[in-house]
T-cell receptor
């Protein structure tokens, strides 16, 4: 298996532009997570899906952020409009949750976003 | 709100030394505690702990959980330069995985 695949690896954009980050989880995994990592705040959970259904989006900073998972093999995280404070590395991770335990998270390589 | 605190924030030791990294937590409905190693890119999985007092071991790394005192430790013996990384602790409670800010470990040759 190729692991969790994220795109783009790097994105540089200007304030106000729309940004879409993409993720393909590991085949067979039933949980998908979006995290944001910065030096100041570490790894923060933005949202997570179980069986394609959003379970907890309390970490989504504000209405400018939205995430979808239309099927088991694809998810997107969208920021519209983007702001400089959104600059961070965005990680997607997936796992095979069993009996209420998330289990080992497998992380993608991350998407480094810079908003000028 | 769930809380995970790691200490120390950073640690610099010489190759061959033994280190102990700490993780304390406050979560509702504890399910599991996980340790990850992060070098330049994505975190990679080390251990998952769900039961108190049972040591998990992988080579020079080992970890144990104390659910009564709400903490875990990660030990690395005979450290090598390749152990230099940020070590992250994450705790799952109420279906949410919360990460600590990590301990940055630097091994000097």
């Amino acid at each position: 298996d190729a692991g969790v695949i994220q795109s783009p690896r790097h994105e540089v954009t200007e304030m106000g532009q729309e940004v879409t980050l993409r993720c393909k989880p590991i085949s067979g995994h039933n949980s998908l997570f979006w995290y944001r990592q910065t030096m100041m705040r570490g790894l923060e959970l933005l949202i997570y899906f179980n069986n394609n259904v959003p379970i907890d989006d309390s970490g989504m900073p504000e209405d400018r952020f939205s995430a979808k998972m239309p099927n088991a093999s694809f998810s997107t995280l969208k920021i519209q409009p983007s702001e400089p404070r959104d600059s961070a590395v965005y990680f997607c991770a997936s796992s095979l949750a069993r009996q209420g335990v998330t289990g080992e998270l497998f992380f993608g390589e991350g998407s480094r976003l810079t908003v000028l | 709100e769930d809380k995970v605190v790691q200490s120390p924030l950073s640690l610099v030791v010489h190759e061959g030394d033994t280190v102990t990294l700490n993780c304390s937590y406050e979560v509702t409905n504890f399910r599991s505690l996980l340790w990850y190693k992060q070098e330049k890119k994505a975190p990679t999985f080390l251990f998952m702990l769900t039961s108190s007092g049972i040591e998990k071991k992988s080579g020079r790394l080992s970890s144990i959980l104390d659910k009564k005192e709400l903490f875990s430790i990660l030990n690395i013996t005979a450290t090598q330069t390749g152990d230099s990384a940020v070590y992250l602790c994450a705790v799952e409670g109420n279906e949410k995985l919360t990460f600590g800010t990590g301990t940055r470990l630097t091994i000097i040759p």
